[in-house]
């Protein structure tokens, strides 16, 4: 065979990117740090501080809070003036990295590496061996992540896009419905069609009961612990309420039978109802996914979606970016008709499904 001639341009260039790769996932320890520590806080909305300034506002050591404000100024995630020796977050990047209720805030996504970091063992044995890993096994930060990642964009869009993209579905739900919010997680995309619609009945469903009791506990603190019934039960089991309304949020390529969980949907819609299916923005040709957000899902794909779809028997296992000619074929299969694009984000197609 011969020799590969190797161009050592890009094998610097290449190199170099892995090593800013490296240094990404180091910010991202950094950023989880600032957020837990009230550091973004301390800095939001004040202008120029000293490192002993940003220290003292959020109750830290000095010395490690100047280290880590030069790792942020290295990051470009706030701003170094070297006249005054101050450091400062700007009103964009406070968006990010300080506001909570921001639909772009950040720090707690970081949850999701380090919670696939701790399961690496269970990540070796299912690549070897085939075995699913199911939500339940993960380690916790896991579903803290996964949620906290999702709920912004979903307060932002929900209830205020995505449920008037649908037809007909708003005024049903100000008539008042049941609606289902299969595999609700902790319960914030439930919460938030709830406290909209005070007229329509909501019920969540999941299989994890960690997520299930932090759901609950989010209904209370909302006060809306009457309204809201979280239970039990997986997308082939929950019991049939007539739904007017059946909502997959970022749900279903989760499954390890897509197909029987839309059939099941069908079975339990009442005449007239609507799905409401969200998922991972994808394209349906892998090179039309060779993005930044295509990186982010191929890769939690590898290790969340595809591991517990396997865990549950991986009758069809969609991945997180199975695109819209699988995801109508699977509705098309359960006996659905009707499969329109209603809107989208960056992160996320949403669905109009009905029989």
Not at 44 to 52: E, I, N, Q, V, Y
Not at 227 to 230: A, E, G, L, N, Y
């Given at each position: ?7 050592t ?21 950094m950023v989880?740090?600032?957020?837990k ?6 800095m ?9 300034e940003?220290?003292r ?10 280290e880590?404000l030069?790792a942020q100024?290295?990051?470009?995630y ?9 450091y ?14 921001s639909?772009?805030?950040i ?7 380090a919670?696939m ?9 299912a690549?070897?061996s ?6 339940g096994?993960?380690?916790?930060r896991?579903?803290c992540?996964v949620?906290?990642f ?15 993209a649908?037809?007909?579905?708003v005024?049903?739900l ?13 319960g ?18 999941d299989t ?18 009457q309204?809201?019934?979280?239970s ?11 739904y ?7 749900t279903l390529?989760?499954?390890?039978d ?10 339990t ?9 969200v ?9 039309d996914n ?11 794909s ?6 517990h779809a ?13 695109g819209?000619k ?14 329109r ?15």
């Open positions: 065979m011969d020799t590969p001639v190797i161009d341009a890009k094998v610097e260039a290449f190199a170099m990117r892995a090593v800013g790769d490296v240094a990404a996932a180091y910010t991202g320890v989880s740090l600032g957020s520590l009230g550091l973004y806080r301390a939001a909305g004040t202008g120029p501080l000293s490192a002993k940003v220290a506002r959020a109750g830290c050591a000095e010395r490690y809070v100047r880590w030069n100024a290295a990051a470009g706030l701003g170094y003036h070297a006249v005054s020796d101050t400062e977050l700007s009103p964009e990047q406070a968006m990010v990295l300080a506001d909570e209720d639909p772009v805030y720090p707690q996504a970081w949850n999701v590496p919670a970091w701790a399961d690496e063992p269970k990540a070796l044995d690549f070897r085939g075995r699913g890993v199911a939500w096994e993960h380690d916790a896991m579903a992540g949620a906290a999702y709920r912004n964009g979903y307060r932002a869009s929900l209830v205020s896009q995505w449920l008037p649908l037809d007909g579905v005024a049903q100000e008539a008042g419905i049941a609606v289902a919010d299969v595999g609700c997680g902790h914030h995309s439930t919460l938030l069609m709830a406290q909209a619609f005070p007229n329509s009945r909501f019920f969540g469903y994890h009961a960690a997520s299930l009791a932090e759901a609950r506990r989010h209904a209370a603190a909302a006060g809306a612990a309204r809201v019934d979280f039990a039960a997986s997308a082939v089991s929950y019991p049939d309420q007539r007017g309304l059946i909502c997959f949020f970022d390529h989760d499954l390890g897509p197909v029987a969980a839309a059939r099941h949907a069908a079975e819609l009442a005449p007239g109802g609507t799905v409401l299916l998922e991972p923005f994808a394209n349906d040709r892998v090179e060779l993005s930044t957000v295509g990186q982010l899902f191929y890769a939690g590898s290790l969340i979606c595809c591991a396997i865990s549950e028997g991986g009758t069809l296992v969609l991945g997180a970016q199975a819209p699988r995801l109508a074929d699977v509705f098309r299969k359960a006996g659905f008709t009707h499969f694009r209603a809107a989208e984000t960056p992160f996320n197609l949403i669905y109009e499904v009905r029989r």
